[in-house]
């Protein structure tokens, strides 16, 4: 059965970061993507420009209407910007409970812009965490949500997974895919954490520019993969693996003069060439 898969995220027009991007990614592993806007900005490849916001009500309504009518099998977070649309999302899902929950802490743009509002991150933190399968905070979100100076070495980061940890709920399987790649040199180390098993997810560093949306991508893939995989671990490694790809194949692409896009289409475009 092909998933369905949900992303409630901003629009990127740029088409390297939220729905624009997080489609790609569960179109290009195989799922049915979808998208409910919870904000517009003005971005590109090196600077955000402008946020307008979507009114929470509308974005309960988005929600609640496609709820209604289509079989959702797994939803993804991302930037949802203000404190009332984080509520509003964490209320309309604690109703319809979805199988699968894939949140992403968006908090700062590539291009250093802020994304969300301060007093979301309590709404983010109390309401929205709770519910969710999986969060996939990078290391300076992860500070900001436990309110603290972001870890910086392997041994810091495995005491912050399982701060984070406690956050989640108890029931069921939940997972931290806290993600090292702020960490210095050429290792790209993240961690998955359920409370009791932690398991290190190697990785090296791509000589690129281009990683703009990588973590709008990576969360993406967890929630295209999900509904079909064993368990969140190998779900974890076949996302990063199907990422590092999209990295290392960016150079393919020519979109803009800052941070690059990721390639999602990497792995069918050349086949639709020969």
Known sequence: MIPNT?????VDPSGGAGVLADVKTMSALGAYGMAVIAALTAQNTQAVTGIFPVPPEFVATQIDTLFADVRVDAVKIGMLGQAGVTRVVADRLAHWKPAHLVLDPVMVAKSGDHL???QAVDALREGLIPLATVITPNLPEAGVLLGQSPADNLKDMRRVAERLRRLLADDGERWVFLKGGHLPGDDTIDLL????RLIELPGRRIDTPNTH????TLSAAMAALLPRAPGVPEAARH???WLERAIAASGQLQVGSGHG????????WPKLQD
């Not at 954490?193 to 009791?196: K, P």
């Not at 896009?261 to 069918?268: I, R, T």
């Open 6 to 10: 949900l992303s409630i995220a901003g």
């Open 193 to 196: 954490h359920d409370g009791d």
């Open 261 to 268: 896009p990721v390639h999602h289409f990497h792995a069918l």
């Open 116 to 118: 969300l509002e301060r």
């Open 239 to 241: 996302a990063k693996a």
């Open 213 to 216: 949306g990588t973590g709008c």
